[in-house]
């Protein structure tokens, strides 16, 4: 039985102040497609779908000048590192599993290249699904980031999918 729900996990002001900062929209969108992509790839879908919707945690703002500049973010960024641990902590705080908590950060941390090392490597199969989750919401110029929705469609969106985990068989949610 879990004891955070998606829902917990939205309203808390630290997922509001951060996640909210790269797209609330976006990181609803990736954490349906990880929910879907859980079931191919064998893993534990209330996991896929909290990663998912915390895999952009760690993103802050690369200004100059008053604009985005995307050659200092290509060139600096390692919001893969920050959101890691913002999601790690943010789990625990809100009393997640230890187990859950780890793998969570995990594919946070692996959901893009930037924080990978070169060379062959094998990424579990809950680091792909975010990673794969993450590509499907993507949109030319980046603005995935700037989609936006208004707040109770959020927030249904949200319950929605608490209910479709809650639906799943124990097995997948272990
Ligand atoms: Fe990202
Ligand atoms: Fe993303």
């Given at each position: 039985?879990?004891?955070?729900?998606?829902?917990?996990?939205?309203?808390?002001?630290?997922?509001?102040?951060?996640?909210?900062?790269?797209?609330?929209?976006?990181?609803?969108?990736?954490?349906?497609?990880?929910?879907?992509?859980?079931?191919?790839?064998?893993?534990?879908?209330?996991?896929?779908?909290?990663?998912?919707?915390?895999?952009?945690?760690?993103?802050?703002?690369?200004?100059?000048?008053?604009?985005?500049?995307?050659?200092?973010?290509?060139?600096?960024?390692?919001h893969p590192?920050?959101?890691?641990?913002?999601?790690?902590?943010?789990?625990?705080?809100?009393?997640?599993?230890?187990?859950?908590?780890?793998?969570?950060?995990?594919?946070?941390?692996?959901?893009?290249?930037?924080?990978?090392?070169?060379?062959?490597?094998?990424?579990?199969?809950l680091q792909?699904?975010?990673?794969?989750?993450?590509?499907?919401?993507?949109?030319?110029?980046?603005?995935?980031?700037?989609?936006?929705?208004?707040?109770?469609?959020?927030?249904?969106?949200i319950e929605?999918?608490?209910?479709?985990?809650?639906?799943?068989?124990?097995?997948?949610?272990?």
């Open positions: 039985m879990r004891t955070v729900t998606m829902k917990k996990i939205y309203q808390h002001p630290i997922t509001q102040k951060y996640v909210r900062r790269s797209g609330m929209a976006h990181a609803i969108s990736v954490a349906y497609h990880a929910f879907h992509l859980a079931g191919a790839y064998n893993v534990n879908s209330d996991w896929a779908a909290k990663a998912g919707f915390l895999h952009d945690i760690g993103h802050y703002q690369w200004y100059k000048d008053g604009e985005w500049d995307y050659q200092l973010y290509r060139a600096y960024d390692i590192i920050k959101g890691a641990e913002r999601a790690h902590k943010l789990l625990v705080r809100l009393g997640e599993d230890k187990q859950a908590a780890k793998e969570i950060a995990h594919a946070v941390l692996f959901h893009t290249e930037s924080a990978l090392p070169e060379g062959e490597f094998e990424l579990k199969a792909k699904v975010i990673h794969l989750a993450d590509e499907k919401d993507k949109q030319p110029g980046d603005s995935h980031h700037y989609r936006n929705i208004d707040r109770k469609k959020e927030l249904a969106l929605a999918l608490d209910r479709k985990i809650d639906r799943l068989p124990e097995k997948l949610n272990t």
